[in-house]
């Protein structure tokens, strides 16, 4: 059974910068393409970052370019979003998910091509 799990949110003020973990179980990260995901409240859940597996291909919404970064490390089955200089407008709560296998990151990412998801982990930013 695949499991994910992300951790790393928390209440943090506008500037600061927090790292995002996603850890998998019961499947190997090598063959999978991650993604992160994030919903505010009162909005459709939109597609953050990507990071294809074979060649490390990533994919950053224009709303973050710049300012979070998306890894892998493989050997530890985990990835991470790199965010910083937050913004309040980056509230929101935090998905990774892991692609359908043989997906490769697509310039816009949709939920549809994820199979496996965790339960989000909450980001505020204060003003």
């Known amino acids: 059974q695949v499991q994910v799990e992300e951790s790393g949110g928390g209440l943090v003020q506008a500037g600061d910068s927090v790292r995002l973990s996603c850890v998998a179980s019961?499947?190997?990260?090598?063959?999978?393409?991650i993604g992160w995901f994030r919903q505010a409240p009162g909005k459709e859940r939109e597609a953050v970052s990507c990071?294809?597996?074979?060649?490390?291909?990533?994919v950053y919404a224009d709303s973050i370019k710049g300012r979070f970064t998306i890894s892998r490390d493989n050997a530890k089955n985990t990835a991470y979003l790199q965010m910083n200089s937050l913004k309040p407008e980056d509230t929101a709560v935090y998905y990774c998910?892991?692609?359908?296998?043989?997906?490769?990151?697509?310039?816009?990412?949709?939920?549809?091509?994820?199979?496996?998801w965790g339960q989000g982990t909450q980001v505020t930013v204060s003003s």
């Open positions: 998910a892991i692609g359908e296998l043989g997906y490769y990151c697509a310039d816009s990412p949709q939920s549809v091509d994820f199979a496996s």
């Open positions: 019961g499947i190997s990260l090598d063959y999978y393409a």
């Open positions: 990071i294809s597996s074979a060649d490390g291909y990533t």
